[in-house]
């Protein structure tokens, strides 16, 4: 027989449609071509290569499932998936900006945004014109955004906000952000511009994660925006948390992708490398350890697929989205650590991927709820309780 993908064992991609396969390759050619050859410089120099931001657009991957008619792409979810899982092939940065600027800004603008809103910002937010950032974490604790003190007022026809932010991706590079506060009729949704006066964005530094990534604390000093600000279909809690369905269901698909490169690179490593007299790779000790990569970037596959149709076909439940994103962030950690320890000393430097990528799962371990969160979740689903 031939030998399988050793990347693919399941033969995964025989399950997409001619579509989502043509999505998976230019994504693909793009990481390879633009992300690869920079994207450990940016790291070691922690910054974000906004340079790319024109070709993500062009190549359709801001808003990819929003429709046409608003400038996104129309793509289903399962595309959107592959989109994540090629871009953070490259690295968790550039997911993270398609993650917020489609799922967290993009997409609450299309579900609960009016008609004017939506055709103010989705076409130009498509073609990476105007880039978002969505508030909601803030420093007290990001767990339990029910307990947020960012808080809007009614003042007239305006709306004036005060409160902090924080870890907020994409801050100082957004022209405008999605904030989320506490107002007199529950929690609501603004689109703030970032130069309304009393709006600062400062950005953090000294991360060891997520360094080609702009993180920032976002500060809301007397922020006064029109009435027509307001994200006028929803209320509550359920606004935010249905934004961070759709993006936690993307960061299922984008570990696969680090956990791939992980993979990819220790077996070129090992089959090269000759200790006691034979490849690193003859060793039992080793291919047990590039096996059990193997078996958990399989399941981490058909997890995701399988998330995605039923995503496409309207069924997806928030529990399913939590038991994936703990289950593939977990998978791609040790995958990478594993893989670090596998390339010994060289395994320590940026030349090579496992470090960066082992690094930047730490950030994708704790946002979009931490792993313990999505436990809880689950948990709860089983036995009915609520134990946060
Ligand atoms: P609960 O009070 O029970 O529910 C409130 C309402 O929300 C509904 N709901 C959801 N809707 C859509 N999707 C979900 N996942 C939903 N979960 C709940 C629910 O039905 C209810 O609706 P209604 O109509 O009855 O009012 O809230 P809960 O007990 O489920 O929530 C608790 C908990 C801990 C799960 C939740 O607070 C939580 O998920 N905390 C973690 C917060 C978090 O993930 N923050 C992420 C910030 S953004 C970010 O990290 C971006 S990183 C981006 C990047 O760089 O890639
Ligand atoms: P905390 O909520 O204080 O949690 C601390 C620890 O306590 C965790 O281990 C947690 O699992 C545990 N814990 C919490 N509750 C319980 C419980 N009931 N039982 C047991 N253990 C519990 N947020 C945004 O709004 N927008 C963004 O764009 C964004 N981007 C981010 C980018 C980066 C690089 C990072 C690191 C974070 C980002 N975040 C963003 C914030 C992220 O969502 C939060 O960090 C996350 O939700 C956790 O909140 P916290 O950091 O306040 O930790």
């Not at 953070?88 to 489609?102: I, K, P, T, W």
Request: aromatic share 6%; hydrophobic share 40%; with cysteine.
């Amino acid at each position: 027989a031939a030998r399988l993908n050793p990347l693919d064992l399941y033969d995964v991609r025989s399950l997409l449609s001619d579509e989502e396969r043509m999505v998976q390759d230019s994504v693909a050619r793009f990481t390879d071509e633009k992300v690869l050859p920079i994207i450990g410089d940016c790291f070691d120099q922690g910054r974000f290569p906004h340079e790319l931001i024109p070709e993500i657009a062009g190549l359709g991957l801001l808003g990819a499932t929003i429709p046409e008619a608003y400038g996104g792409a129309g793509m289903n979810g399962v595309c959107y998936g592959l989109i994540c899982q090629e871009l953070e092939r490259g690295d968790s940065g550039l997911r993270s900006f398609a993650s917020v600027q489609s799922s967290l800004c993009m997409y609450p603008i299309f579900a609960y945004g009016s008609e004017e809103q939506k055709q103010r910002y989705l076409p130009k937010m498509a073609a990476g014109e105007i880039i978002g950032c969505f508030g909601l974490t803030e420093p007290h604790g990001g767990s339990d955004p029910a307990n947020m003190k960012t808080v809007a007022k009614k003042d007239g026809d305006d709306w004036v906000l005060n409160g902090a932010k924080m870890w907020i991706t994409n801050g100082n590079l957004a022209h405008i952000a999605i904030v989320w506060a506490q107002t007199d009729d529950g929690i609501r949704g603004f689109i703030v511009p970032t130069d309304t006066k009393g709006f600062t964005a400062q950005e953090v530094h000294k991360k060891m994660s997520l360094r080609a990534s702009v993180t920032s604390a976002l500060f809301l000093d007397d922020v006064r925006v029109p009435g027509d600000a307001l994200l006028p279909s929803v209320k509550g809690l359920k606004g935010p948390l249905g934004c961070l369905t759709q993006a936690r269901y993307g960061i299922t698909w984008g570990p696969i992708g680090a956990a791939q490169a992980c993979l990819k690179e220790a077996l070129d490593y090992t089959a090269e490398r000759m200790l006691f007299g034979r490849s690193l790779s003859a060793n039992q000790a080793i291919q047990l350890k590039l096996a059990d990569m193997a078996r958990r970037i399989t399941a981490a596959q058909l997890i995701s697929l399988q998330l995605g149709r039923l995503k496409d076909a309207g069924a997806l439940q928030p529990t399913q989205v939590s038991l994936a994103k703990w289950n593939n962030v977990r998978m791609a950690i040790d995958i990478a650590r594993e893989c670090r320890d596998v390339l010994g000393g060289a395994g320590i430097t940026t030349e090579h991927a496992a470090i960066r990528h082992a690094l930047n799962l730490e950030s994708v371990i704790t946002y979009e709820g931490t792993e313990t969160v999505h436990q809880l979740v689950v948990g709860r689903e089983l036995t009915g309780i609520n134990a946060f």
